[in-house]
């Protein structure tokens, strides 16, 4: 087990990457923190979590609230005594083009996905120190290329991506672990809880879930980086080309990403 009994706390824990995490650390032996906004959904994935054998404390938290992430760790510490990884998870996206969208839906975008990262971050930090720890973020192939429709979403990871980058180098002597995670296509909720121009739930996702990377898949990557403490990861091979092209031939990926888009269900170029 090449956790045992390291706590771990996984953000938004109740779907998806989160809750995928949460089983995979588990199984080596993590005692876990989990949260989830939803008092349903948080208490029905930490009774399959116990039942499974694993440690779980759930937590009700948003995590756009600065104080809800105070208490996260607090509890936390008060629980367990330590914290030795942050999965900073929690996140939201949105599908519109700018030109529609409502500034309240980016202000949400950044508050939950940006500011919840700093938020959880911070309040973890002096115990991640006293532990020699890890910090991880599950950002996204929009932390490195924007994609059209969703510049919100990619605003919220460009900005985890910088501060994260700005944080490893202030810790990189004490150390503490700084990881992220660039998933690319990911079998996931997050696509149909986007949120559209006024802020409603999209409710289907524009893509076809069924040929993309599980979240299984991807909380097993995160799990051997944490292990061998890596820098950072870009998954899939979709994922991986973006990134290159991005960094080599932005132009010509600026026609390549349109025409993708514009290929979505209800695509808003159309």
Not at 158 to 165: C, K, S, V
Not at 204 to 211: F, I, M, V, Y
Not at 219 to 225: D, M, N, S, V
Request: proline share 3%; glycine share 8%.
């Amino acid at each position: 087990m090449k956790f045992k009994d390291k706590v771990v706390i996984i953000t938004g824990a109740t779907s998806g990457i989160g809750e995928a995490c949460a089983e995979v650390f588990g199984r080596e032996g993590a005692k876990l923190a989990i949260t989830g906004r939803n008092s349903n959904k948080l208490e029905k994935t930490a009774e399959n979590l116990k039942a499974k054998g694993f440690e779980v404390l759930p937590i009700l938290a948003d995590a756009s609230s600065e104080a809800d992430n105070q208490r996260m760790a607090e509890d936390t510490l008060k629980h367990y005594g330590r914290i030795d990884i942050l999965i900073n998870n929690a996140g939201i996206s949105m599908r519109a083009l700018f030109q529609d969208l409502d500034l309240e839906v980016f202000r949400k975008v950044m508050d939950t996905n940006f500011w919840g990262t700093v938020y959880a971050t911070k309040f973890c930090l002096p115990a991640i120190l006293e532990s020699k720890g890890s910090i991880i973020g599950v950002s996204s192939i929009n932390g490195y290329r924007g994609t059209p429709a969703r510049t919100a979403y990619t605003a919220s990871k460009y900005a985890m991506n910088g501060f994260f980058e700005a944080l490893r180098t202030e810790v990189m002597k004490k150390g503490v672990h700084v990881l992220v995670v660039a998933p690319g296509f990911t079998a996931s909720n997050i696509r149909n809880t986007a949120l559209t121009a006024d802020g409603t739930s999209q409710g289907e996702s524009p893509r076809d879930e069924s040929k993309m990377m599980t979240s299984e898949e991807v909380a097993e990557h995160i799990l051997k980086a944490t292990v061998k403490r890596k820098r950072d990861i870009v998954l899939t091979s979709q994922g991986k080309l973006a990134v290159f092209l991005n960094k080599w031939m932005p132009g010509i990926l600026d026609g390549i990403v349109y025409n993708q888009m514009a290929k979505e269900k209800d695509s808003p170029f159309k």
